[in-house]
């Protein structure tokens, strides 16, 4: 593609920063230690996890760099940067979190397949940009638009990326039109990230947002859009990142039989404690992360000294100053919540986590009623260990 390539090897990889803990180094997927989580509301972006399918592209020129629009449209174009920034320019807060996050926990209980995530393959940021909704209006599909009259429903994005799961093709994903074209989705073209230019490792010099979705349907390194009558048919939509009973293992799998994971579940976690504590005293401050899919607000996060037995409730915060509402207008209804508790803890506590949604969704208990073959959205009770003791015995 003119201005920019996807590299055949990993020789040219972007810097990052030593602090990040690597689940795989080609392709790079690494995430941040989990208390800097809770070091600001927005992560900077040294800390953003990285995930990764194949060598990061290259922009050569971007002058020349442009994304074609084509499908099922009356309209097809093709768009350079200049066009997109003509566009009025939104900043939207928004979590992005890989499907796989907290993938080790799972594969605990039965073996699993997938690049092994801790709890902190999340992050939150203001992405700028211009709303998708606007774009294709430039390909003459109007706002709040289910079907063109092709009949077009899908909206498929295809990244310069090259990865091994496509036989070396790009990694490519799809929304439904009906998203795509409605302003409120807030889905965007993005080329900031907190307020600088989108880095080589999270798109640049253009990728796609999509609020309150798994991250895999956020596209990077953006190449082309499509209108399609159906999903995208890429491996990463069709063979990948599905929700499968705990009934199906690899002998018995039919992938046809599940959607595409689109909206991820209500998820929280305990960042300001690792797995297993030694504290010298008893009265600790419980801090950690709550999210959920689809714009729903954090309604109550729910946190146990005693293993679950009692519980208190956490407060909740998201800009400083500002206090937390559910579904208010003052709220970022896509990003994360954080949360905080101080309490004095027994000489040996299991602390639990739990967070529930505006639509009154709850984590599960336990991860092996959500087991997975695959070992996504591990939503169960995040749990550590804490001991009241001396940090050298």
Same mark, same amino acid.
């Given at each position: 593609?003119?201005?920019?390539?996807?590299?055949?090897?990993?020789?040219?990889?972007?810097?990052?920063?030593?602090?990040?803990?690597?689940?795989?180094?080609?392709?790079?997927?690494?995430?941040?230690?989990?208390?800097?989580?809770?070091?600001?509301?927005?992560?900077?972006?040294?800390?953003?996890?990285?995930?990764?399918?194949?060598?990061?592209?290259?922009?050569?020129?971007?002058?020349?760099?442009?994304?074609?629009?084509?499908?099922?449209?009356?309209?097809?174009?093709?768009?350079?940067?200049?066009?997109?920034?003509?566009?009025?320019?939104?900043?939207?807060?928004?979590?992005?979190?890989?499907?796989?996050?907290?993938?080790?926990?799972?594969?605990?209980?039965?073996?699993?397949?997938?690049?092994?995530?801790?709890?902190?393959?999340?992050? %939150?940021?203001?992405?700028?940009?211009?709303?998708?909704?606007?774009?294709?209006?430039?390909?003459?599909?109007?706002?709040?638009?289910?079907?063109?009259?092709?009949?077009?429903?899908?909206?498929?994005?295809?990244?310069?990326?090259?990865?091994?799961?496509?036989?070396?093709?790009?990694?490519?994903?799809?929304?439904?039109?009906?998203?795509?074209?409605?302003?409120?989705?807030?889905?965007?073209?993005?080329?900031?990230?907190?307020?600088?230019?989108?880095?080589?490792?999270?798109?640049?010099?253009?990728?796609?947002?999509?609020?309150?979705?798994?991250?895999?349907?956020?596209?990077?390194?953006?190449?082309?859009?499509?209108?399609?009558?159906?999903?995208?048919?890429?491996?990463?939509?069709?063979?990948?990142?599905?929700?499968?009973?705990?009934?199906?293992?690899?002998?018995?799998?039919?992938?046809?039989?599940?959607?595409?994971?689109?909206?991820?579940?209500?998820?929280?976690?305990?960042?300001?404690?690792?797995?297993?504590?030694?504290?010298?005293?008893?009265?600790?401050?419980?801090?950690?992360?709550?999210?959920?899919?689809?714009?729903?607000?954090?309604?109550?996060?729910?946190?146990?000294?005693?293993?679950?037995?009692?519980?208190?409730?956490?407060?909740?915060?998201?800009?400083?100053?500002?206090?937390?509402?559910?579904?208010?207008?003052?709220?970022?209804?896509?990003?994360?919540?954080?949360?905080?508790?101080?309490?004095?803890?027994?000489?040996?506590?299991?602390?639990?986590?739990?967070?529930?949604?505006?639509?009154?969704?709850?984590?599960?208990?336990?991860?092996?009623?959500?087991? %997975?073959?695959?070992?996504?959205?591990?939503?169960?009770?995040?749990?550590?260990?804490?001991?009241?003791?001396?940090?050298?015995?």
């Amino acid at each position: 593609m003119p201005g920019i390539r996807g590299p055949s090897d990993y020789s040219q990889e972007p810097p990052r920063h030593p602090c990040l803990q690597i689940n795989a180094k080609e392709p790079f997927n690494a995430e941040p230690p989990r208390p800097v989580l809770i070091s600001s509301y927005v992560t900077p972006v040294d800390f953003f996890y990285k995930r990764n399918h194949g060598p990061i592209p290259i922009v050569d020129d971007i002058e020349k760099y442009c994304i074609s629009i084509t499908g099922l449209i009356g309209n097809p174009k093709k768009l350079f940067m200049n066009d997109i920034l003509k566009l009025a320019k939104y900043n939207i807060t928004a979590t992005l979190q890989c499907a796989g996050n907290r993938r080790t926990a799972m594969s605990k209980i039965r073996k699993v397949k997938g690049v092994g995530w801790g709890a902190a393959a999340i992050g %939150n940021a203001v992405w700028g940009g211009a709303k998708l909704a606007d774009v294709l209006e430039l390909v003459g599909v109007p706002k709040l638009t289910g079907t063109t009259p092709s009949g077009g429903k899908h909206v498929e994005f295809v990244s310069i990326d090259k990865c091994k799961e496509e036989n070396g093709g790009p990694y490519k994903a799809s929304i439904p039109l009906s998203q795509a074209t409605n302003p409120e989705a807030d889905v965007l073209l993005a080329y900031e990230m907190n307020g600088e230019p989108i880095n080589r490792d999270h798109g640049y010099p253009l990728r796609v947002v999509v609020p309150g979705f798994i991250g895999a349907r956020s596209v990077k390194w953006l190449e082309s859009i499509n209108i399609i009558p159906e999903e995208c048919q890429g491996f990463f939509m069709q063979k990948d990142y599905k929700m499968f009973p705990p009934s199906v293992n690899w002998d018995n799998i039919n992938w046809s039989t599940r959607r595409p994971q689109m909206d991820f579940p209500v998820q929280c976690v305990i960042c300001s404690l690792e797995d297993v504590n030694v504290v010298k005293h008893g009265e600790i401050t419980i801090k950690g992360y709550a999210v959920s899919g689809g714009g729903r607000g954090i309604e109550r996060v729910d946190v146990s000294i005693d293993g679950g037995k009692t519980w208190m409730e956490a407060s909740r915060y998201q800009k400083t100053g500002i206090p937390y509402i559910s579904d208010d207008t003052s709220s970022d209804k896509w990003a994360w919540v954080l949360f905080e508790v101080t309490t004095d803890i027994p000489s040996i506590s299991e602390i639990v986590a739990k967070a529930v949604d505006t639509a009154a969704n709850v984590q599960p208990e336990n991860v092996e009623v959500i087991w %997975n073959l695959r070992g996504i959205l591990n939503t169960s009770w995040h749990r550590v260990h804490v001991r009241v003791g001396h940090s050298n015995l």
